[in-house]
């Protein structure tokens, strides 16, 4: 107990000073989280929206394989990835191995089906007369689904925040992709997981407290966005 | 020369699977005149105003709008659309302020803002919700939902207004309001086809009665039949 104790004191020293090795893993953090989710929504909304919203014959199997694409082990997607962006692989040539770039392409991934999940509920949940009324009050078809997604906003925004949330609690791609390498790919999961196996209980907790603090950050704004 | 009526139906039939939902052998509607639709539930009242507001194509038969056989296709739809308003039995009301969805209509048609803002405030002085534009459109009472829904087709000028049991689960003083706006419109040249089940309220100022029985047009008859 004595030894948590003091791991716990020293982790918050380490946060009160703004360590360097902390400040940065938080920051590459929340760099490649942002863009990986900025690049997931930019699929998996539009994505969402039209299982969600068109009739076609293979519907149903879509929306299955939607549903497991979210369970798809993070390693994998690293292992996939890795494949496709090291230097033997067809996308060697960009160097993009152990680079936040990496991270953020494994991470887009990652999300993708996520945000479009939530999307695709969000839309199946609206309100069936928004079309139809915006059809009667003459909107042209491309401004009636506008209408709708402007209806189901606050879901698309949780979809968005989910997005967010798995990426930066996420290990296994920033591990395989990124590298780990100090102030450069270094995540505040991949630090966790270096300093624990160091033994540095101190930076790792510090890390965990940060990464909690998120976690309970969007996780609040998501209980925000559900209550409108 | 006499000008063509608002609406002619010739022969015009509607199927859901086997059912015959409606049948309507043949009937005009003249501009600026007052209708009431009449007729139990499923008498195919509602699909005779989805029809006419040129949201629902019937399974056989001519639907013509001031002269013209309309044709069923989407680009030929949307400006006939924009034309007519239905005001459906529980009007759906975006979840925004009350001015944003009354200015709806004009906002996807490209009306220019100073006269779109012009019009909502009218249209919402006209059903005696003045100072209403702020509030969110969702918070409202059933009857003041009903209000805003007839000033956002109200601000359309409407050539036809289609309403679909506009005085159910409404408030005395809001079925007051809506009839009385009614009342006032086909002295504007706006036709009005109201589908009701209890054709009391307006009675007095109806020019016809569309009488519909198991979606059959059972008859037609002067302002004080029903």
């Known amino acids: ?228 | 020369m006499t000008p063509p009526p608002l609406y002619r139906l010739d022969g015009i039939r509607k199927r859901y699977g086997d059912r015959l939902a409606l049948d309507v052998p043949a009937l005009s509607l003249r501009e600026g005149a007052l209708y009431l639709l009449t007729g139990e539930n499923g008498s195919g009242k509602s699909t005779m105003l989805q029809i006419l507001a040129f949201l629902l194509p019937p399974s056989a038969g001519v639907l013509a709008y001031r002269g013209n056989p309309v044709e069923w296709r989407e680009a030929a739809l949307l400006p006939l659309r924009r034309q007519v308003s239905l005001l459906h039995q529980s009007p759906h009301l975006f979840d925004r302020s009350v001015a944003d969805n009354v200015g709806y209509a004009l906002k996807v048609r490209g009306t220019e803002e100073g006269a779109a803002h012009r019009r909502v405030v009218e249209s919402l002085e006209a059903v005696g919700l003045s100072g209403f534009g702020a509030r969110r459109a969702r918070r409202l009472s059933g009857g003041e939902r009903q209000r805003v829904a007839l000033a956002r087709a109200l601000a359309l000028s409407p050539r036809a207004l289609l309403l679909d049991e506009p005085f159910s689960g409404v408030d005395k003083p809001s079925a007051a309001v809506i009839r009385d706006v009614i009342a006032t419109l086909p002295a504007r040249g706006t036709t009005v086809v109201l589908a009701t089940h209890d054709p009391a309220p307006l009675r007095g100022q109806a020019d016809d009665t569309l009488r519909l029985y198991e979606g059959a047009l059972a008859g037609t008859g002067g302002a004080d039949d029903g």
């Open chain 1, 1 to 228: 107990m004595g030894f948590l104790a003091e791991s716990l004191r020293a982790s918050a020293a380490l946060i009160a000073g703004l360590d360097p090795d902390l400040r940065s893993a938080v920051w590459v953090s929340l760099y490649v989280s942002f863009w990986s989710t900025i690049l997931a929504s930019a699929a998996g909304v539009p994505l969402g929206l039209w299982i969600g919203l068109s009739h076609f014959p293979l519907k149903r199997p879509a929306i299955t394989a939607l549903n497991s694409l979210t369970a798809v082990p993070t390693v994998l997607i690293g292992l996939l990835v890795y494949g496709f962006i090291s230097r033997q692989g067809p996308l060697g040539g960009f160097g993009l191995l152990f680079t936040p770039g990496a991270i953020i392409v494994g991470d887009a991934i990652l999300a993708t089906p996520i945000v479009a999940n939530f999307t695709l509920a969000a839309a199946r949940g609206a309100d069936p007369a928004i079309v139809p009324t915006a059809l009667t009050l003459g909107a042209t078809r491309a401004q009636s689904t506008l209408t709708l997604v402007s209806e189901i906003r606050f879901g698309v925004v949780a979809a968005v925040i989910s997005g967010f949330g798995r990426v930066v609690s996420e290990v296994g791609v920033a591990m395989m992709l990124g590298g780990n390498i100090r102030g450069f790919t270094r995540t505040m999961t991949t630090a966790i997981a270096l300093e624990t196996s160091k033994g540095e209980f101190a930076l790792g907790i510090a890390l965990g407290l940060v990464l909690l603090a998120v976690a309970f950050a969007v996780n609040v704004l998501l209980h925000l966005l559900q209550q409108k």
